[in-house]
């Protein structure tokens, strides 16, 4: 057990040390020795747990799929908000976030797989437009899958600006306006007076995740 931990420990000192040479570095001018000397392991050690820098890159590119799990919503359509404000939340203030979605838009990658979190986060909209739409909460011309792809390309574009402008420093505020703009065309008017699409909102969400995470671990641990 305390040899799989120290495992556990190790390949998440390389994924950070990985994560913040990805982000300042990109991925091609990145190297192993670099993150190597951040990470303080032997190359050994990193190869035991990842066969390349690609491999570590997309080991990078997973991590932003290990959300803090958003609290079940009675409107599906407020979780999705959620989810886009909680992401935007962590983009700001989680160093692995950053890094994967850096990773994600470099155009300049070779050999690199970046797809795949940009399908992932369209499956998690899809499923909770689906949802949405068949609880009602939809207009009538609203076809989900493209609603999904809009969504996911809208955020990639609003992120990627404040990140060019400002470091991401008004990232929250701009997807704030972005569901503002967005949801109008999307959600009976019933539903979108309801919504919460404050600024603050992934920061809430973020601190009611984190204390459902610690009562779960709580219940598993009595169990």
Known sequence: MAEQLRAIRTRQTILS?????????GYQAATISQILTEAGVTKGALYFH???????????LSEQDQRIIVPVRASKVQEIVDVVMLHAHRLQTDPMVRAGVRLTMDQLTQNLDRSGPFLRWGEVGLDLLQQAQAQGELLPHITPPETADVIVG????????SQAVCEYRDLVVRVSALMRHLLPSAVVPSVLASLDLSDT???????????AADLRDVLETAS
């Not at 040390?17 to 570095?25: G, L, M, R, S, Y």
């Not at 990842?50 to 990078?60: I, M, N, R, T």
């Not at 809208?154 to 600006?161: E, L, P, R």
């Open 50 to 60: 990842f066969h390349s820098k690609e491999d570590l890159a997309q080991g990078v």
């Open 17 to 25: 040390a990985a994560a913040k040479i990805f982000e300042e570095q």
């Open 154 to 161: 809208s955020f990639a574009g609003i992120q990627s600006m």
């Open 201 to 211: 909102r992934g920061a809430r969400v973020y601190a009611e995740a984190l204390k």
